[in-house]
């Protein structure tokens, strides 16, 4: 008997699984809330949080889909361009006729061995019709950086208060006294925009960080050092050397000295930021203490006057459609074997669930490899499924941190080493492929 399937999103990762399914020879159903694919690449999509002018922040090479090379030979294509990779990998393989658009997923209730995925599916004229639908598997491909994280404030602000979720262009900045909490790489990229439109631009940052430069030595920075990774030690001592020899010492800016080492959290591949805290275009400013009307009063006993406040201060991971249980909810995320498997298998898997620096959509892609092995094993020969099954739950699970010490915050609860996770995703694919020995 053929099972059914299911797939939600149609970005990067859920047109990742879709092929990886269609190369398997496993048919399934898509179910995109947007209009059209490309996930948050599509800045006309209701739920992206791209804005104007961003760009790919990995280099292309790194991030592109091995089997579908990017047509452009820029290092750094503009999110338009990233559009248009999506399609057309979606008309070069025939993914597109296997979505739903415009249907978003409401509900899954398990049902036996399977799911009841609810959906709601809306016309051209906006008319509702309740989709009610059995499948066996599904896949979450719904993406991570949807759902603002919004910390809480002492005090009250009296300006006007937005998260980066909403920034689309500068239009809200003209003319404002801006503050950004938060430096990570949107923040940065919006402080960048921020400085040729603003009255005034500061950032709010708790810790330091790292700046990498987008280009080493004349080449992106992210394409040195493939293949032979360094030992984590090792390549941290390097570099940070390296870092301190191109972009300084961020301290001499303002920033407060990273309490942990580099890779130990996210890398801002920013240094733009630098040259504008150079120029006297941007400054740093201390952790908040509280909001009270126009002033924000900052920890070191400082304070400001702002029109704007944006908060960059991330994302929370969100599968709003499904009880916590089923997917082993454990801290601030889904503790899934690879990021992938609920270890009771229970027919739900989770592409894109994923953060490294140079994961790329090739290791999301290579998550959707992972999913089609096993779900070919359980249509052609369950012995090996279970084999699956039965390593998984017996043996602890691998570490993916790829010997980094990974700081202790929510959004890096599912973070992992790119070559570990990579490795590790590999090996499974591997015993998912051998062939069962009888005992003899
Ligand atoms: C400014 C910015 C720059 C970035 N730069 C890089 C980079 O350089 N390199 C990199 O690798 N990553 C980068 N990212 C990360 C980005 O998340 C990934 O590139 C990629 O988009 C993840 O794909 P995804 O399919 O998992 O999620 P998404 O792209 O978010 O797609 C999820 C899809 O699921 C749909 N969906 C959500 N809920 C439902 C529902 N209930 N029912 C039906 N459909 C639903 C959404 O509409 C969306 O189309 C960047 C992100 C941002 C915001």
Same mark, same amino acid.
């Given at each position: ?12 990762? !859920?047109? #990742? ?7 398997? !020879? ?26 104007? /002018?961003?760009? $790919?922040? /990995? ?15 820029? &290092? ?14 979606? &008309? ?17 209730? +398990? ?10 599916? %809306? ?22 950086? #949807? ?25 809200? $900045? ?18 960048? &925009? ?24 004349? +080449? ?5 050092? @493939? ?8 390549? @941290?001592?390097? *570099? ?24 130990? /959290? ?16 941007? %400054? ?7 909001? &009270? ?11 400001? *006057? ?7 201060? !991330?994302?929370? $991971? ?8 089923? =997917? ?51 249509? @052609? ?12 739950? #017996? ?7 790829? !010997?980094?010490?990974? =700081?202790?915050?929510? +959004? ?20 998912? #492929?051998?062939?069962? +020995?009888?005992?003899?």
């Amino acid at each position: 008997m053929t099972r059914s399937y299911a797939v939600i999103g149609a970005g990067p990762s !859920g047109l #990742a699984v879709m092929r990886a399914l269609q190369k398997a !020879g496993i048919e399934a159903t898509g179910f995109e809330a947007s209009h059209d694919v490309g996930g948050l690449w599509d800045i006309t999509n209701p739920r992206s949080t791209m804005y104007a /002018s961003a760009h $790919l922040i /990995s280099s292309r090479t790194t991030t592109e889909f091995a089997e579908f090379p990017m047509d452009s030979d820029v &290092d750094y294509p503009g999110h338009r361009v990233l559009k248009r990779y999506f399609d057309d990998y979606a &008309d070069a393989f025939g993914l597109r006729d296997r979505f739903r658009f415009d249907t978003r997923v409401d509900r899954l209730e +398990r049902d036996g061995e399977g799911w009841i995925l609810r959906a709601t599916a %809306r016309d051209a004229e906006g008319v509702e019709t309740a989709v009610q639908e059995r499948y066996d598997g599904v896949v979450l491909a719904n993406g991570t950086l #949807a759902e603002p994280n919004v910390p809480a404030f002492a005090g009250a602000f009296s300006g006007e208060l937005m998260h980066t979720s909403a920034y689309k262009d500068p239009s809200p $900045l003209t003319g404002r006294r801006v503050l950004i909490i938060g430096a990570g790489n949107s923040g940065c990229d919006i402080a960048v &925009d921020a400085v040729h439109h603003a009255a005034s631009v500061e950032m709010s940052v708790r810790r330091g960080y790292y700046f990498v430069p987008r280009y080493l030595f004349g +080449r992106p920075s992210d394409t040195l050092n @493939q293949g032979r990774p360094l030992p984590a030690r090792l390549k @941290q001592a390097v *570099d940070s050397r390296v870092l301190r020899a191109f972009t300084g010492d961020p301290v001499r800016f303002g920033f407060p000295k990273p309490d942990y080492r580099i890779y130990e /959290s996210h890398p801002i591949v920013n240094t733009l930021v630098l040259n504008h805290l150079g120029q006297g275009d941007l %400054r740093i400013r201390a952790d908040v203490e509280c909001f &009270d009307g126009s002033t924000v009063r900052f920890r070191d006993g400082t304070s400001g *006057d702002y029109d704007l406040v944006l908060l960059a201060t !991330g994302y929370t $991971l969100d599968y709003p459609f499904v009880d916590r249980e089923h =997917l082993n909810w454990t801290g601030a995320s889904p503790r899934l074997f690879l990021n992938v498997f609920p270890p009771s298998f229970n027919g739900l898997f989770v592409c894109g669930m994923i953060e490294a620096s140079g994961i790329g959509w090739q290791g999301r892609y290579e998550q959707a490899e992972l999913i089609a092995a096993y779900l070919a094993a359980v249509e @052609q020969d369950p012995a090996r499924a279970a084999r699956f099954r039965a390593r998984v739950g #017996a043996r602890a699970w691998p570490d993916l941190t790829g !010997g980094y010490r990974y =700081l202790g915050l929510a +959004r890096m609860s599912y973070y992992v080493n790119k070559d570990a996770y990579r490795n590790a995703v590999r090996r499974e694919k591997a015993e998912l #492929a051998a062939p069962v +020995r009888e005992a003899s």
